[in-house]
């Protein structure tokens, strides 16, 4: 009789378990994300620059480091993801629509990210612009003891950033809207190059800041690849040395730009930019001084991340009044 009595027991109990794994919440297989479940997840393998990584198990726990780097994922879709960002004070905010998203990533740190945030964060995945790593900055083999992977974000062309976003939709098992975010930008940049096609190109200086000369952007920065597909010409395109540096003003007058494209960041501040282009003797000179010939990006605008097609629009305005 006992016997039977524990048999039934066992059944009633059995019986219940569906009803109380619903009731207790997810279960480990449910990732809340929209991709596949975490146990059917299948390891991806990437080239990320020359640097083979392996993300095993769909990331949780993202940091993104660089507000170029948080907002392509904000317009991807995946800014519930991220925990902490970094180098706002390289920012003027997010673009309209991704505002709300945006406000809510909390803060790792305002400038670069420093090596005690990072590994008491604790992230599993990083997606940072290439200069938070190496020299001073984070080490990405010591990362990966802490169990995070790091995706450094590198691309100086378009194809390169392209490859990235298509990266990113291979890790977070968002595919198709990384292809349809992709081709939107493809599609919007081939439109403004069909427009400026026949024009001459707008000769460009870009100035981020003075002082002993002007720091400005090169031939192999990803900057001067917008200003081309806007229809303008870098005026220190044939430097490639590096993607940064300072050139005389002596220089500046030598090559006589169009236009001067001023990066606006927090400091110092675009009107202090402008008001040392006007009182610099030499830059003073300069006919587009003069005539206030001046361009305004954020500096996230230009760096490699969702805004491609955005700065290619806005930079072409700027360099032809009719666009």
């Known amino acids: 009789m006992k016997k039977k009595v524990i048999l039934m027991l066992l059944a009633a109990v ?40 392996t993300i095993e198990k769909l990331p949780q726990k993202v940091l993104t480091l660089g507000p170029n780097c948080s907002e392509l994922f904000v317009a991807l879709g995946l800014g519930d993801k991220i925990i902490g960002n970094t180098l706002d004070n390289h920012s003027r905010g997010p673009l309209p629509e991704y505002e709300e998203a945006y406000s ?76 349809a975010f992709v081709d939107d930008q493809k599609a919007r940049i081939d439109t403004v190059e069909d427009k400026v096609k026949d024009q001459t190109p707008v000769k460009v200086l870009v100035y981020d800041s ?60 675009l009107g202090e930019k402008i008001d040392a282009i006007k009182s610099d003797p030499a830059l003073a000179q300069l006919d587009c001084v003069k005539k206030e010939r001046f361009a305004v990006i954020t500096l996230e605008s230009v760096l490699p991340g969702d805004r491609m097609a955005y700065t290619v629009e806005s930079l072409a305005k700027a360099f032809y009044p009719d666009f």
Request: with cysteine; net charge negative; proline share 3%.
């Open 14 to 53: 059995l019986a219940m378990m569906p009803v109380l794994t619903a009731c207790g919440g997810s279960s480990p297989a449910d990732t809340g994300d929209g991709g596949e479940a975490a146990n059917d997840y299948a390891a991806v393998t990437l080239d990320n620059y020359g640097r083979e990584i």
């Open 104 to 179: 809510k990533i909390p803060e790792l740190n305002y400038t670069s990210a420093t090596r005690e945030a990072v590994v008491s964060s604790g992230a599993d995945f990083i997606y940072g612009i290439d200069w938070e790593f190496g020299g001073e900055g984070l080490d990405v083999d010591e990362l990966a003891q802490y169990g995070m992977t790091t995706y450094k974000n590198s691309a100086t062309t378009l194809d390169q950033i392209y490859q990235e976003i298509t990266d990113l939709g291979m890790i977070f098992q968002i595919e198709d809207r990384a292809k």
């Open 210 to 269: 003075g002082g002993e000369g002007v720091f400005t952007c090169t031939g192999t920065n990803f900057e001067t690849l917008l200003i081309e597909k806007a229809g303008g010409k870098n005026v220190f395109d044939d430097i490639t040395e590096k993607q940064w540096t300072t050139v005389s003003y002596e220089e500046v007058l030598k090559r006589n730009p169009d236009i001067i494209l001023i990066h606006d960041y927090d400091s110092p501040s």
